[in-house]
């Protein structure tokens, strides 16, 4: 597992865009009236519940912006399974900077750990099946990068990571092209390596892997018909099963035999991960 985020992630940016959000023009006035110039924290950023977690460097950022003399011990890493009551981080620094960057770096692991801890329930849950959890492109605008890392971290593989890494050609696009096969033949004239087509009837397999389907996203489809697909697609591309997926599904479709699940939910509907931050005076 690569606990890290692309290189193409800027940081510094993301940072300084949300705290922007929170500051606006004039700054946190409540620490500035209430906090001592010169009063030191020390804190603790723990679990309340078992988590995955996620997040942890961008969390240490937004201290570091604003005390870049902060002192920070990491305890855990990203993509570790963590009790209930786990310590994640412990800091030291200048009060009113911790308390200023708290909410931006809380509201970024929590929400991070939340999808790493859902994706990992789909990855238990499907265990042993020989099929792979794939995430999708359901994200928040803005977020794609962060919220794919952290289902990463949760055990999925990343599916495209937008428009422009792989083609798929969905029900508009074969209706407006007048058929699968019209569809893939006009993807492949562009050029297009990966050509990922979603049917959702078995007489459309045939067409779609003669044109040059390189991987079939089966919708929506019970196990019955998945197990016809598999057979007859009998390995001449990977499968996907997507639609109707959840935790209580997610089992049947895997065994089924798909190379791949893929799963929305993971990114668009993952609630945010209980963690705290409680600070004393140093």
Do not use: C
Not at 78 to 83: E, I, K, P, S, T
Not at 260 to 276: E, F, H, K, N
Request: hydrophobic letters at 50%; charged letters at 20%.
């Amino acid at each position: 597992m690569n606990a890290t985020l692309p290189d193409s992630f800027d940081i510094g940016a993301f940072v300084a865009a949300t705290l922007a959000e929170d500051l606006g023009t004039i700054g946190d006035i409540t620490s500035a009236a209430v906090i001592p110039a010169d009063a030191r924290f020390t804190g603790v950023m723990d679990s309340r519940d078992p988590i995955v977690v996620a997040g942890l460097a961008l969390a240490e950022a937004f201290f570091r912006t604003l005390d870049p003399d902060v002192r920070i011990e990491r305890l855990v890493q990203d993509g570790d399974l963590v009790a209930a009551d786990t310590d994640l981080l412990r800091l030291e620094g200048a009060g009113r900077a911790l308390l200023t960057a708290e909410r931006s770096a809380l509201n970024t692991v929590q929400h991070l750990s939340g999808i790493a801890t859902m994706t990992r329930w789909y990855v238990d849950a499907m265990a042993g099946t020989g099929a792979i959890l794939l995430d999708t492109r359901k994200t928040i605008p803005g977020l794609r990068v962060l919220e794919k890392y952290a289902t990463r971290m949760g055990g999925a593989q990343n599916h495209r990571m937008g428009l422009w890494d792989a083609a798929m050609i969905k029900d508009n696009h074969v209706a407006v092209a007048g058929g699968v096969s019209e569809a893939v033949r006009r993807a492949k004239a562009a050029g297009i390596a990966h050509v990922i087509v979603e049917v959702d009837r078995i007489d459309q397999i045939e067409p779609a892997l003669a044109a040059g389907a390189t991987h079939l996203l089966l919708d929506n489809m019970p196990p019955p018909t998945l197990r016809s697909a598999v057979a007859l697609v009998a390995g001449r591309v990977p499968t996907e099963a997507s639609g109707g997926v959840n935790l209580e599904t997610i089992r049947a479709i895997a065994e089924t035999g798909v190379t791949y699940v893929s799963v929305g939910r993971l990114t668009q509907s993952a609630p945010a991960a209980d963690i705290g931050l409680d600070f004393t005076t140093a």
